[in-house]
């Protein structure tokens, strides 16, 4: 039986000219090298062309563009922030509890969720002379809901209605630098306004 079958593909049938077997020998090569590539959803890749696997996606960066207002008891930020892709930059006013201010420049990448940043206040520009300040760290993005308390008069339904709630967006992480000379290193909060 085997030999039939030999013999049927090695032997011209009647109407089949040499070219007509050569496209059927290609056709069936091309289908079998599929079908033997995986579910035959593959493609065939030609001469001088390369197949490459998709890249996986990545997430778009978050935005951190906006006017953020914060810090802890004894520095408070103040920034005017704008973003292209990943790229942050804007401006910066920082305030010490010793009761000097500065004006500066922030500038940071964001990656995922997080905001590193550098944020410079050069010399000659605070209000006490003769000081700079630097800080840097990576701030972290949140989202944080909390309940408002109804105020008299109060609404129709209360207080079998839910209450209002507020959600606000946040940066907060580990901060370190310098100002007038003194180090500085803490956890700091800024709130989106």
Not at 169 to 178: A, D, K, L, P, W
Request: proline residues 9%.
């Amino acid at each position: 039986m085997r030999m039939i079958a030999t013999k049927e593909v090695g032997q011209a049938r009647p109407g089949r000219t040499a070219l007509g077997r050569l496209f059927f020998g290609v056709g069936t090569v091309l289908v079998l090298a599929q079908w033997g590539c995986g579910s035959g959803a593959g493609s065939v890749v030609g001469p001088g062309s390369a197949e490459t696997e998709p890249s996986p996606s990545t997430p778009d960066a978050v935005s951190v563009a906006g006017t953020w207002r914060g810090g802890d008891d004894s520095l408070y930020l103040s920034w005017r922030l704008t973003q292209e892709g990943e790229s942050v930059a804007g401006s910066s006013q920082v305030t010490g509890d010793g009761g000097w201010s500065a004006r500066g420049r922030v500038v940071g990448k964001v990656n995922g969720s997080s905001f590193s940043f550098n944020d410079t206040h050069p010399l000659g520009n605070p209000t006490t002379a003769s000081c700079a300040a630097e800080f840097e760290g990576t701030l972290e993005l949140h989202e944080i809901t909390r309940v408002v308390p109804p105020q008299p008069p109060y609404p129709s339904g209360y207080p079998t209605s839910p209450p209002p709630t507020v959600t606000r967006t946040i940066m907060s992480g580990f901060v370190e630098g310098s100002a007038c000379g003194t180090p500085f290193s803490g956890m700091v909060t800024l709130f989106k306004d």
